[in-house]
């Protein structure tokens, strides 16, 4: 199942994908929710004085899901079994974000 995908602040799917737990490629439409759920962390980070936001988590039943901005115009999500501890979800959130960052500088 892939677990990684990185979105432009458009809504498109700019590498990764998600899919289902059924299988199904999901990344599109994830694209642009990852889209919206980063302006809006951008926008209560800000109204709430709290500074530049690094990260959200939502652990659900099967799958937690971590959220992070890699460059100001993109945002990526990593997602996990919820048997794996959570600090490992955050690594490979953050290991992908900088990654994301190093290629997207050599293809801009």
């Known amino acids: 199942m892939n677990r990684l995908l990185l979105a432009s602040a ?3 799917r700019l590498g990764g994908g998600l ?5 199904e490629d999901v990344s599109e439409v994830a694209a642009a929710l990852v889209s ?6 951008t926008r209560a980070a800000k109204l709430l004085d709290l500074g530049e936001w690094r990260h959200v988590t939502v652990e659900c039943g099967e799958l937690s899901f971590c959220l992070v901005q890699p460059t100001s115009d993109t945002g990526l999500i990593a997602a996990m079994d919820t048997a794996l ?3 490992q979800l ?3 959130a953050e290991r992908a974000s900088k990654a994301a960052t190093s290629w997207l500088e050599r293809v801009r």
């Open 10 to 12: 458009d809504g498109l």
């Open 19 to 23: 899919a289902s737990t059924a299988g």
């Open 36 to 41: 919206g759920a980063t302006r809006e962390a």
């Open 85 to 87: 501890p959570v600090g």
């Open 90 to 92: 955050h690594f490979l």
